[in-house]
C-alpha cells in the first residue's frame, strides 16, 4: 500500500516537474537563445531550430510608434528567420515602467524595449544632456545628433551597462497639459504641480519657472492627474492622445519645450547568445523599423492636434521665446557637465 501511494506521488512529482520544465521554454521566461541557435547550427538536420522568444517592453499605448514599430521589427524578424524567432509586444507598462525595463534588459530577463531616453540617465548619467530645454531646432537636427558621433557615443556607454543599443527612435517634442488654467507663458507654470521623467534635468527646468516639478514613472501619471494629486503633466502629442489625457486634463500647451529621443535596446547578454546569423537579422530589422518608427511619430504629431481638440481640450499656442528664456537658467546650471556637449549638437546641420 505504502510502496503504491508512493509510486502515485513520484509520477505526481514527475509530471509536475514535466510541466515546470515545459512552461521554462516559452513566454514567460527567457529562451536559451544559446543553446538554441547554435545547436541548432550543429545539430542534425531532422531536429526543428529551437524557437527563441524575445519579449519587448514599453510603457505606453499599441497605437504609440514605440509598439508599432516593435510589431514591424517582429514582423522583418520572423520572416527573416522563418518564425523561429519571435518578438513579443508588452506594452503599457506590462513588463513594468522604464527603470525596471532597463533592469530587465541588464539582468537578461527583459530582451527588448523601447523607452524614451530620459530614464536611461540613471545607468548613463550624461545621457541627460538630450533633456535639455530648446536643444534641437527640428527633428531633423535631433536624428542628426542620434544618427551620428553623439549617438555612437551613448551606445557604447549604454553597452558599457549590458545594454545594446538598436536604434534611435523618438518619443518627439513635449508639451505641457494641465487642469487649472490656460499656460501661455512661463509665469502661468508658478505653482503648477506638474510630473516630468525620473531625470534632474526636466524637474530644474520646470522648477525655474516657479512651478513644482516632480519625478514619476509613466505607469502612475493617469491616476494621480485622476486624483488630483498633481495638476499638469508634459509629453508629446502622441502619448498625450493615445493615453486618453484629455479624460483628465483640460488644457494644452504646444510649449514643445523638450524633444525626447527614444531608445530602442536589447540586453546585451542576450543577444550575446545569439548566432552572428541572428545577430544580423536583429539589426537590419532594427534599422527598418527605426525608419519606420520615426515616420509614425512624426505623422501623429502632426495628426495629433487636431484629435486632441476633437476630445475636448482647449489648445493653446504659445510663443516660445519667453519659455526659452524661463529655461534657460539649466544651461547656466549644467554647463560644467554639458558645455561642450550641448555646443555639439547646436552646431550639428538642421
Ligand atoms: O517613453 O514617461 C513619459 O513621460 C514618457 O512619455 C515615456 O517616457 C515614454
Known sequence: MFRKVSAILLVALLLLSAAACGSSGTASTPPAPTGGSQAASTAPPSKPAEKIILKAGNVIDVEHPYSQAILKFGE??????????????????????ETDLIEGLKMGSVELCAISSAPAANFVPNIAVFDMPYLFKSRQ????????ELGVFFFGELLKEGVRGLGWWENGFRNVTNSKRPITKPEDLQGIKIRVMENPIPIATFNACGANATAMAWGEVFTALQQKTID?????????YLQRLYEVQKY?????HFYAPALFLMSDQIYQKLSPEDQKIISEAAAEATAFE????????????????????EVNTVEKEPFMKAMSVVYAQYEDQFGEMIRKIQATPE
Open 141 to 148: 537636427q535631433a536624428y542628426n545628433v542620434m544618427d551620428g
Open 232 to 240: 499638469a503633466q508634459e509629453n508629446p502629442l502622441s502619448v498625450i
Open 76 to 97: 522583418i524578424v520572423a520572416e527573416k528567420t522563418e518564425g523561429r524567432i519571435e518578438v513579443q509586444l508588452f506594452h503599457s507598462s506590462q513588463l513594468g515602467n
Open 294 to 313: 520615426r515616420k509614425v511619430a512624426e505623422q501623429q504629431a502632426s495628426d495629433f492636434v487636431q484629435k486632441c481638440k476633437d476630445s475636448g481640450m
Open 252 to 256: 494644452l500647451s504646444l510649449t514643445e
